[in-house]
């Protein structure tokens, strides 16, 4: 093969390569991206197994902090960390929230397609107002991490049901005495699918897969359309 023809398919084959990528990661968008790291990171991060889809987040309707309705469609487009948690708690409930605050709203807080979403599992004593209180005292930024209440048997339902918090068996028990009290942690994509795992939000190695699950899930694109 002369030197020419060797030439020739070096530059077919780059050019196929560049299309490949274009079309496949969509950031290639001059010759310049074909050499930068972040490419070829994100290529093959698209061969690596993805995180599992455990479970489908139902449909809801709940109250925040403010008073406002909050629904699974307020949480399509994002990737969602959901927790269930007391405001009179002095159990597992301020430990968790502490890492909750430190390992995930402070790493992730800056991301716009990233949100906490905590549900209270004592709306008889944790009000709108309360979770108010609760919420300022944390001093976070309250559309990035949202608290809900609602009723006991919608929220106990969405725990077991949607997010895979606690067992459904339970559901047997007289709602009135039920009490829901769990560290673990859910992580939703952007199309309302619970994913990874159910993490352990008292155990720092369950926190760091949880940090890196969440970076796989906010680089997925949201399906859907309108809805996002």
């Given at each position: 093969?002369?030197?020419?023809?060797?030439?020739?398919?070096?530059?077919?084959?780059?050019?196929?390569?560049?299309?490949?990528?274009?079309?496949?990661?969509?950031?290639?968008?001059?010759?310049?991206?074909?050499?930068k790291?972040?490419?070829?990171?994100?290529?093959?991060?698209?061969?690596?197994s993805?995180?599992?889809?455990?479970?489908?987040?139902?449909?809801?309707?709940?109250?925040?902090?403010?008073?406002?309705?909050?629904?699974?469609?307020?949480?399509?487009?994002?990737?969602?960390?959901v927790?269930?948690?007391?405001?009179?708690?002095?159990?597992?409930?301020p430990?968790?929230?502490?890492?909750?605050?430190?390992?995930?709203?402070?790493?992730?807080?800056?991301?716009?397609?990233?949100?906490?979403?905590?549900?209270?599992?004592?709306?008889?004593?944790?009000?709108?107002?309360?979770?108010?209180?609760?919420?300022?005292s944390?001093?976070?930024?309250?559309?990035?991490?949202?608290?809900?209440?609602?009723?006991?048997?919608?929220?106990?339902?969405?725990?077991?049901?949607?997010?895979?918090?606690?067992?459904?068996?339970?559901?047997?028990?007289?709602?009135?005495?039920?009490?829901?009290?769990?560290?673990?942690?859910?992580?939703?994509?952007?199309?309302?699918?619970?994913?990874?795992?159910?993490?352990?939000?008292?155990?720092?190695?369950?926190?760091?897969?949880?940090?890196?699950?969440?970076?796989?899930?906010?680089?997925?694109?949201?399906?859907?359309?309108?809805?996002?």
């Amino acid at each position: 093969m002369n030197k020419k023809k060797v030439i020739g398919l070096g530059i077919f084959f780059f050019v196929l390569v560049f299309v490949f990528l274009v079309v496949v990661l969509g950031g290639v968008k001059s010759p310049g991206d074909f050499f930068k790291a972040d490419t070829w990171s994100a290529f093959s991060d698209g061969f690596k197994s993805k995180s599992p889809e455990l479970n489908t987040v139902k449909p809801f309707t709940f109250t925040t902090q403010d008073g406002k309705s909050f629904t699974e469609k307020d949480m399509l487009g994002k990737v969602c960390v959901v927790n269930y948690f007391f405001t009179s708690c002095k159990g597992i409930c301020p430990r968790m929230n502490n890492n909750m605050q430190k390992e995930v709203y402070d790493v992730f807080k800056d991301e716009p397609n990233f949100m906490i979403v905590s549900h209270t599992c004592d709306p008889e004593t944790d009000s709108a107002s309360r979770l108010k209180h609760y919420a300022d005292s944390l001093k976070v930024d309250e559309t990035k991490w949202v608290f809900l209440t609602g009723r006991k048997d919608s929220l106990y339902q969405a725990a077991r049901n949607s997010y895979l918090l606690d067992d459904p068996k339970n559901s047997v028990i007289n709602i009135n005495d039920q009490f829901l009290h769990t560290q673990f942690f859910a992580l939703i994509d952007k199309n309302g699918k619970v994913r990874g795992q159910i993490y352990d939000g008292l155990k720092q190695d369950e926190l760091k897969q949880l940090q890196t699950d969440i970076k796989e899930l906010l680089r997925e694109k949201a399906t859907g359309g309108a809805n996002f």
